[in-house]
């Protein structure tokens, strides 16, 4: 079965300090994870996947298959990153790809 | 390029009422989604549907039916509403990834309350 477990629902740090929003999953197979933001008032968004190894608005995530784990980072936040963020997986090319499932969210708040 | 759309945006529905949340795509997109957003709960799939003619239950269906008559479209129909049933709905839809391409795009959600 497909699980992604965020263990904090309300994550709050001041500008310009380091965040980390944890995401942690179950899947047998080799998954594919995304990190989903939902800002005030607009409609969810993807901020970055994996596969990509990028990083979008500073944000950083890496896979880490050993952990189970494809936490979210950024090194300074910033007030605009307040905002709902969240975890999704789905099954890669071994199969399992039509679902997306997310995680609870955790919802996070930058303070000047 | 509209992307998800849904109808309507906010409803307010009595016990026992039925409606359709409709939702619509223009993206050619295969798979397509529904879920309810709850507080502190999360996304919840409800169900998805990865061509037309094709639905299957997601986590949490009961209460609700869904049909996918073409790629375009994928209505979400609520029977007998409950106060449970009063969420936020979100469509999403997505390219299967056997065609390249795995993220997302969803609607802007419907407020559904139910008294």
Excluded at chain 1, 70 to 94: I, N, R, V, W
Excluded at chain 2, 50 to 65: F, R, S, W
Aim: proline share 4%.
């Amino acid at each position: 079965a497909q699980r992604v477990t965020q263990p904090e629902k309300l994550l709050s740090v001041f500008k310009g300090a380091p965040v980390e929003l944890k995401c942690n999953y179950s899947y047998s197979g080799s998954p594919e994870l995304f990190w989903y933001v939902q800002y005030s008032r607009q409609r969810l968004q993807l901020l970055l996947r994996h596969i990509s190894r990028e990083s979008i608005k500073g944000f950083t995530a890496d896979l880490n298959k050993g952990e189970t784990s494809f936490h979210l980072k950024k090194p300074f936040a910033q007030e605009e990153d307040s905002a709902m963020y969240y975890c999704a997986l789905t099954g890669g090319a071994q199969g399992g790809s039509e679902k997306l499932v997310f995680g609870k969210g955790t919802k996070l708040t930058v303070n000047p | 390029n509209a992307g998800v759309t849904q109808t309507p945006k906010f409803r307010i529905l009595k016990i026992g009422q039925s409606m359709t949340l409709q939702c619509t795509q223009d993206m050619n997109h295969n798979y397509m989604y529904w879920y309810r957003q709850d507080p502190g709960m999360g996304l919840k799939l409800i169900y998805y549907s990865v061509g037309a003619g094709i639905t299957d239950k997601g986590e949490v269906p009961n209460g609700y039916n869904v049909s996918r008559s073409t790629t375009e479209d994928f209505p979400l129909r609520l029977e007998l509403a409950a106060p449970s049933q009063t969420s936020v709905y979100f469509c999403a839809s997505r390219q299967g990834r056997s065609f390249g391409g795995t993220e997302a795009f969803f609607g802007q959600g419907t407020r559904l309350t139910v008294v």
